[in-house]
């Protein structure tokens, strides 16, 4: 895959989302939401995602790109 920043080859790898939380109860989760809501308290059409996702790594911007798949 080609970082959509740079052009150079980006590296595969994982991404996982930890879980945080106690045994009781659970604090990690993944969501996307359009970008209108970035600053809002209340999100609208948010897609609950999964916690690992196949994931690219650039090097020369030190950005990594995910492709999640939906819950």
Do not use: H
């Not at 959509?4 to 945080?20: F, H, N, Q, V, W």
């Not at 999100?43 to 690992?52: D, E, H, I, Q, S």
């Amino acid at each position: 895959m080609i970082c959509p920043e740079c052009g150079r080859e980006l590296e595969k790898g994982i991404i996982e989302a930890k879980d945080a939380g106690s045994l009781t109860q659970s604090l990690t989760m993944v969501f996307w939401y359009p970008e209108e809501y970035k600053n809002k308290m209340f999100k609208k059409n948010t897609v609950n995602l999964r916690l690992k996702a196949e994931g690219y790594y650039c090097d020369e911007c030190m950005k990594v790109f995910a492709s999640f798949e939906e819950k």
